[in-house]
């Protein structure tokens, strides 16, 4: 087994929050130095609570549990029993969601239909919008307000174990790793456990960001974190602008272009970099951005992908589609062809992993176990080496923040 401290400082840390969620008395999910959340122990988990948490926390394993009959299936994509191009009915949620929409229209269906009662997912702290907390949704118009991307630190899974102890239908929206946990975390209740959760929904990720990412662009603007009133990384637009309004009504804005085109300002999470499963495999249904190419040329009117994996998720969307809530533009896309030009990053990260997991082990790390995305398919037995530099000189490592 491996201590909390010790995945932390391996880099394998996402920030979850589900070990927190099974120790909340020792653990708390705290800011770190570098600008990522991280678990902070009171006191070091030991036993049995210990164990539980080594077998599933995201960081060092995800398992996938594919379902090949009805469904095309590659090494490299994943099982998909529906590839589409649509958006969110609902034309105010299609402009001021982060693409088209797509899963903030389907967990509004969720509730509205009655198909769950409850939704977790994260949204933004009340009174501090610099920060997102985990939150779980019973209306629609909950569901909407945690709308957008957030390119920065979040804790989706802190309050799981309370989900799964409601015994309330539930559907999750969150990142592909955290669905990972998700998974998991079901399959270690026990018999007669009252957990009902139904979908698990996930985002395509190119990686979560630090909270030097929105510290850079503050800079960039000149504003102050005590000056600033909100913050909108996407949305309003396909993809939108981002943009920083002040406690004194001043407005500042970049292009997602402009956001993203220094790569070293990505500040991107270790462990996103040793991610095999930015798409969601793991997933019920995943959404996705759908440029070709990978990136905006310009603003459109807001669609997305969507990948239907399980029966489960295409069960939904078809539903979603039939009773109005989402609209499908081009349906039953190749798979192979379709999202290598909408997704290429994902592709070349996929094929890059093994050999970054490679210098990890060779520098004595612990690493995450992948378990039916097929990474053996995809590597060469060589060490990456820029991921061995970047472990030299301790790029991986997170600092433990402190319990208080």
């Excluded at 099974?22 to 708390?28: L, N, Q």
């Excluded at 009805?70 to 009915?89: C, E, M, P, T, Y």
């Excluded at 969601?280 to 669609?303: I, N, Q």
């Excluded at 060490?383 to 530099?389: F, L, P, S, Y």
Aim: a negative charge.
């Amino acid at each position: 087994m491996f201590t909390v401290a010790e995945i932390v400082e391996s880099g394998l840390c996402i920030g979850c929050g589900l070990c927190a969620a099974i120790a909340p008395d020792d653990i708390a999910i705290r800011p770190t130095d570098n600008g990522a959340e991280r678990p902070a122990e009171r006191v070091p988990v030991v036993g049995n609570r210990l164990a539980e948490i080594n077998r599933v926390c995201p960081g060092l394993q995800v398992q996938v549990d594919n379902d090949y009959p009805d469904a095309d299936f590659s090494s490299l994509w994943g099982q998909v029993r529906r590839l589409a191009k649509g958006h969110a009915a609902d034309p105010t949620v299609r402009f001021e969601s982060a693409t088209g929409g797509v899963l903030t229209a389907l967990g509004q269906f969720l509730i509205s239909s009655g198909r769950v009662e409850q939704i977790l997912h994260v949204g933004p702290v009340p009174g501090d919008p610099l920060n997102w907390q985990a939150k779980v949704s019973t209306t629609v118009d909950q569901v909407a307000a945690g709308a957008r991307s957030r390119y920065g630190p979040a804790a989706p899974l802190t309050r799981l174990v309370e989900v799964l102890d409601s015994g309330l239908a539930t559907a999750v929206i969150a990142k592909p790793c955290d669905i990972a946990a998700v998974r998991a975390m079901i399959r270690e209740l026990p018999d007669g456990h009252p957990a009902d959760v139904r979908y698990v929904l996930a985002m395509a990720c190119g990686g979560a960001s630090l909270m030097s990412k929105t510290a850079g662009i503050l800079d960039r603007f000149g504003v102050a974190p005590n000056q600033v009133a909100s913050v909108s990384y996407r949305g309003y637009g396909n993809p939108g602008p981002t943009t920083v309004t002040t406690t004194e009504g001043e407005v500042h804005q970049l292009t997602y272009q402009e956001l993203w085109e220094d790569e070293g300002t990505w500040d991107l999470q270790w462990r996103c970099k040793v991610c095999a499963d930015g798409m969601g495999e793991v997933a019920d249904l995943v959404s996705l951005d759908c440029w070709p190419g990978g990136g905006p040329t310009g603003e459109d009117d807001g669609f997305n992908g969507i990948i239907a994996r399980t029966e489960a998720g295409a069960g939904l969307l078809a539903a979603a589609i039939s009773e109005g809530a989402v609209v499908i533009t081009d349906d039953d896309l190749p798979v192979a062809e379709t999202l290598e030009l909408w997704q290429p990053h994902q592709s070349r990260r996929k094929r890059a992993v093994p050999q970054r997991l490679a210098a990890m082990r060779a520098a004595g790390l612990p690493v995450t176990t992948y378990s039916g995305v097929h990474l053996d398919e995809f590597s060469t037995g060589e060490v990456d080496e820029g991921t061995a530099v970047r472990i030299a000189r301790g790029a991986n490592t997170d600092p433990q923040p402190t319990y208080r």
